[in-house]
């Protein structure tokens, strides 16, 4: 297995959390009409972070078109 880069796992971090507090967000607000606390965002930038990886080891794989 291919280790992954710290830069790149940082990027797919930050990436995740954004993901995460923006949906989790948009769900909040159009479910209660409130803006719920930040650590009702945990699970949902947790589970962000995993779909960017997921998604980065997916097209990671795939040779290049040329």
Same mark, same amino acid.
């Given at each position: 297995?291919?280790?992954?880069h710290?830069?790149? +796992?940082?990027? +797919?971090?930050?990436a995740g959390v954004s993901f995460g507090i923006s949906l989790?967000?948009?769900l909040a607000t159009?479910?209660?009409g409130a803006v719920l606390s930040s650590t009702?965002?945990?699970p949902l930038t947790i589970s962000g972070g995993l779909i960017m990886f997921? +998604? *980065? *080891?997916a097209f990671h794989k795939q040779k290049p078109i040329a």
């Open positions: 297995m291919k280790l992954v710290p830069l790149h +796992l940082i990027g +797919l971090l930050f989790g967000a948009g159009a479910e209660t009702a965002y945990l997921l +998604l *980065q *080891q």
